[in-house]
């Protein structure tokens, strides 16, 4: 730690511009994540389930009865659809143009997210791999988690701005930093 | 106003994710009832006090219909179930 991180002006960030160094506490915003809507036909909702999370390199994120966020870093949503397109009663739809990505890790990243998500995040209720529609920050949008210190937010494109700009706030204590990431 | 309402598919959650369409009871009048059976499903309403159940929107969750079982006196819930399965209970009663 630095000598401005501990005695740090109160207009620190403001005068000089707020640091880019990966902090502990971190958000990370995907550059171009791959992100798709997929809804199950009636009758078909565990098998179209079961397909979703055999997908190498994505992951579905739940966001209600038969319906399903699958996101990828990795690969382009073109080749994802052409990956879904096999699973019987699966309507599929790109949403990576109208969805935003956001990575918040680290030790305080629990008690940054208690402050705008009013789900209960703690590992016994909300186990590694478990996602949920919630309230982020005011705004409708995915919460996941992806670590024991990391959690992966899906908002979208519209609000993403507000979104971001809260997390920040919120984490501001705690020294939250922010990137993108490829 | 009962501010936690656990929701069936997404856990418990704060009242500001819902919002609140209205009574869940009356039944919807078949195509041809008369008039008057319509004027009462559309318009006319009990506001009681206490135990009734009530439409919920589950906006910023699953935004899935519920139906919330609640006292509007006590703040108490008793029950929280899919629109859908309380119509399907309905109908095989
Ligand atoms: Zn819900």
Redesign the interface.
């Known amino acids: 730690m630095s000598f401005h991180d501990l005695y740090r002006h109160v207009l620190e960030d403001l005068v000089t511009g707020f640091s880019t160094d990966r902090n502990a506490n971190h958000l990370a915003v995907a550059r171009r994540p791959a992100i798709l809507s997929v809804l199950a036909a009636a009758g078909q909702e565990t098998s179209v389930a079961e397909a979703l999370h055999a997908v190498e390199n994505a992951a579905p994120r739940f966001?209600?009865?038969s319906?399903w966020l699958l996101v990828s870093r990795t690969l382009s949503a073109e080749h994802l659809a052409d990956a879904l397109f096999d699973i019987r009663g699966a309507l599929v739809v790109d949403q990576s143009e109208g969805k935003v990505l956001l990575s918040i890790s680290g030790p305080a990243v629990r008690t940054v997210l208690a402050k705008c998500v009013?789900?209960?995040l703690h590992p016994e209720?909300f186990a590694m791999g478990q996602s949920?529609?919630?309230?982020i920050c005011h705004l409708?949008g995915n919460i996941a988690r992806t670590g024991d210190d990391e959690f992966e937010i899906v908002t979208p494109r519209s609000f993403a701005v507000s979104v971001f700009e809260e997390l920040l706030e919120m984490g501001r204590e705690h020294g939250l930093t922010r990137n993108f990431t490829e | 106003m009962a501010s936690l309402i656990t929701c069936p598919h997404c856990g418990t959650r704060p009242k500001e994710e819902f919002s609140i369409r209205g009574a869940a009871g009356p039944e919807r009048p078949s195509p041809t009832a008369r008039d008057e059976d319509w004027h009462r499903y559309v318009y006319v309403r009990d506001n009681p006090k206490g135990r009734y159940q009530e439409h919920w929107h589950h906006v910023a969750g699953c935004r899935r219909w519920l139906v919330v079982d609640r006292d509007n006196l006590s703040h108490e819930v008793f029950g929280v179930t899919d629109a859908a399965e309380f119509e399907r209970a309905r109908v095989a009663k």
Do not use: K, S, T
Not at chain 1, 132 to 135: I, S
């Open positions: 966001c209600g009865p319906e009013a789900v209960d209720a949920a529609n919630a309230l409708p």
